[in-house]
């Protein structure tokens, strides 16, 4: 028994934030027997992109005694008031397969027969008659860098703090206490550099310590005057299911410049929008009189996929353009089942668990498996 309905167009959009969109994938294995009346039910894939955003962050506070940098310290571009700004850093399209709901197949073999079909979690199959594939390497995808913490949060920040810079009852006088135990601080660096220091640490160990330290609690008080700077990137995963037609325009996503990937729906991010161009749509076989091949009887089907081009666009500017096969543009064909009982010389096939296209079919030899 052979069950296909055909779904209408599809565009779905879905937003992920989180590191990203794609996982290994895990494969079992049915086997059509007895049990299961000889009858494998699988779905051919609709081909999904994940869009992988990489976006850079930068966070600015003004230090404590901002207003004093300048005459203190000599500090000419402190930063004077927060800010919070975010760039695009990289887009990876990475194609996958998703199972259509509208698009489930049962096909069976004859009895007795012992034809096993290898399958993604999702029920999308990968091959008929082998124990295993090589599934498809997914590329390097960036990953996530948090920020380092600030000379202001680390732990030499309340070391440097002075009791007369903490009992000082104005600012200015805590901005001048603050300007002197810097320059204290140099001295002492000064003075250990030369070998002059009244405590010298006793080796060099112990130096790179100190050293290490005073560094520490100079930049720490220095942050007072002259501000902070985090720098960090995120990932974040868009997932797009294309149509059947053309597209242009789509808002996949925003990109707030205060906090990177936001809703769709969110309009203080500027427009990830995507461009579909439907390059080829895909045909059924015809035979050697050009005449258009039938379904086969209880065929195993599979997707002939067509292409599109992807292209995606922010702040009016072309980021990534790609061509992919994809399942939506594609017909659905079949293969005579009888070929993977044969007696003699059983063939095997392999699929694309991204378009449910034919990658590879053969018959099977002792060293197949």
């Known amino acids: 028994m052979i069950s296909r309905i055909i779904s209408n167009s599809i565009i779905g959009i879905t937003i992920c934030l989180c590191s990203n969109g794609t996982s290994a994938q895990t494969t079992q294995r049915f086997t059509a027997n007895k049990a ?46 927060p800010r919070n700004t975010v760039a695009v850093k990289s887009i990876t399209i990475i194609p996958r397969g998703v199972p259509d709901p509208d698009n489930r197949w049962q096909v069976q073999f004859k009895n007795g027969s012992q034809v096993s079909m290898l399958m993604t979690d999702a029920g999308i199959p990968l091959a008929l008659n082998l124990d295993e594939v090589e599934l498809p390497e997914t590329p390097a995808l960036p ?19 002075t009791l007369d810079i903490s009992r000082a009852t104005s600012a200015a006088k805590k901005a001048e206490l603050t300007a002197q135990r810097i320059f204290e601080l140099r001295e002492q660096r000064g003075e250990i550099i030369s070998g002059n220091a009244d405590n010298m640490p006793p080796d060099g160990d112990a130096i790179k310590v100190a050293l290490e330290e005073l560094n520490a609690q100079e930049a720490a008080l220095t942050a007072m005057f002259a501000g902070t700077r985090q720098t960090f990137t995120n990932v974040n995963t868009v997932t797009f299911i294309p149509g059947e037609s053309d597209t242009s325009g789509v808002v996949i996503a925003r990109v707030s410049p205060l906090e990177g990937i936001v809703q769709t729906n969110d309009l203080s991010g500027i427009p990830l929008t995507l461009d579909m161009t439907v390059n080829e ?54 293969i005579d089942p009888n070929l993977f009982t044969d007696k003699k010389s059983p063939a095997f096939i392999e699929f694309s668990p991204v378009t449910g296209a034919i990658t590879r079919l053969d018959t099977i030899t002792p060293q197949t498996k």
């Not at 000889?38 to 404590?64: C, K, N």
């Not at 089907?301 to 072309?318: D, R």
């Open 36 to 81: 299961s009346e000889y009858a494998i039910v699988y779905s051919l894939p609709l081909t999904a992109l994940d869009v992988i955003v990489e976006t850079s962050h930068t966070v600015e506070e003004p230090g404590e005694f901002v207003n004093y940098a300048k005459r203190h310290l000599g500090i000419s571009d402190a930063i004077r008031s």
């Open 143 to 161: 990953v996530a860098v948090a920020p380092e913490p600030t000379p202001l949060q680390r732990d030499a920040a309340r070391q440097a703090v």
């Open 281 to 334: 749509r895909a045909v059924l076989p015809v035979n050697e009189k050009g005449e258009t091949k039938r379904f086969p009887k209880g065929g195993v089907a599979y997707t002939i996929p067509g292409t599109a081009t992807i292209t995606l666009s922010f702040n009016g500017k072309e980021v990534a353009s790609q061509t992919f096969p994809l399942a939506q543009l594609g017909v659905t064909f079949g």
